[in-house]
């Protein structure tokens, strides 16, 4: 059975940094592609950054240049640096992998970013 547990969310004040972590449970996390997605209150959930099993990465325009997706094989973790951070990055981060499995969907760590 496949988990995925975020972790590292909080409230940081606008231009701080934080860094998200997802672990993934599974044998197989290294090919699949990963990603980050949020949903902020009363938008839909939207993907932020996608890893590929090759490294490369995309972002979705509002972030690039601020957040930075790795993963880490060995550990089998994911995650998301974020920095330059502003009000409008408020939401539940959450991750899964690129396209998304409903089943995986967790409760996701809520970052808040205050002005």
């Known amino acids: 059975q496949v988990q995925l547990v975020e972790s590292g969310g909080g409230l940081v004040q606008a231009g701080g940094s934080l860094r998200l972590s997802c672990g993934v449970s599974?044998?197989?996390?290294?090919?699949?592609?990963m990603g980050w997605y949020r949903q902020a209150p009363g938008k839909q959930r939207e993907l932020v950054a996608r890893?590929?099993?090759?490294?490369?990465?995309d972002y979705v325009d509002s972030v690039k240049g601020r957040f930075t997706i790795s993963r880490d094989n060995a550990k089998t973790t994911v995650y998301l640096q974020m920095s330059s951070l502003k009000p409008e990055d408020t939401a539940v981060y959450h991750c899964?992998?690129?396209?998304?499995?409903?089943?995986?969907w967790g409760q996701g760590t809520q970052v808040t970013v205050s002005a």
């Open positions: 899964n992998f690129d396209p998304p499995v409903r089943e995986y």
């Open positions: 599974g044998s197989m996390f290294r090919i699949y592609a």
């Open positions: 890893i590929r099993s090759d490294l490369s990465t």
